[in-house]
């Protein structure tokens, strides 16, 4: 899995005011928690762009004023109006402790439904994973290469390797759509 270093600077005053002052300063306010103390620090948000911005999952090397931590991103909160970007909470890998992860989905093969003129649509973007931090994959390989006319894969049917899919296995992950002058040509066929 990809790794992407952020350097912080830790904040001595938390609240809300406080808060506010960072972001006019373009600064985003942050928490490392799940290791031995909990960490209050503060990122340029410009760092945030390769790691958030993306659909790739990254496992982030926090320089915290010159103490490193391995972490992964737990939570990101916005604005709901203009999309600033207003805090990030990260989670402290642990060896030998078992991470919960999105992780983004890859399609793999060549679909006969699309071939025969039919639409792939995602419905999922991502997968919800567990696994230990060596273990996380770059994605999750989905296999089209059965997929006919307006059938879907669900995530029941993705293989596993070292890691545990948490999402809803009878939620679909794609299905192949009919478009509607297909839809003429195969009832007038009938």
């Known amino acids: ?59 982030v090397d926090l320089n915290v004023e010159g103490t490193l931590y391995r972490a992964v ?11 600033m970007l ?26 006969p439904g699309v071939l025969a003129g039919g639409r792939l649509v995602s419905t999922l973007r991502k997968l919800k994973v567990k696994a230990n931090a060596e273990n996380l994959p770059d994605y999750v390989e989905v296999d089209i290469s059965g997929m006919e006319l307006g059938k879907s894969i669900k995530v029941s049917a993705v293989a596993t390797k070292n890691f545990a899919i948490l999402t809803n296995p009878l939620a679909p ?7 509607r002058a297909l839809k003429g040509e195969l009832a007038a066929g009938k």
């Open 1 to 59: 899995m990809k790794s992407l270093e952020i350097v912080g600077f830790k904040r001595a005053n938390l609240g809300k005011t406080d808060a506010k002052a960072l972001r006019l300063d373009s600064q985003v306010p942050c928490v490392l928690y799940g290791g031995k103390d909990t960490v209050h620090f503060s990122v340029p948000a410009i760092l945030f762009r390769e790691l958030l911005y993306t659909p790739e999952a990254h496992i």
């Open 73 to 83: 991103v737990q939570d990101a909160q916005f604005h709901p109006v203009n999309e």
């Open 86 to 111: 207003l805090h990030v909470d990260f989670l402290e890998i642990e060896d030998g402790k078992e991470v919960k992860m999105d992780i983004p989905i890859k399609y793999v093969g060549v679909s």
């Open 173 to 179: 992950i794609a299905s192949i759509a009919i478009p």
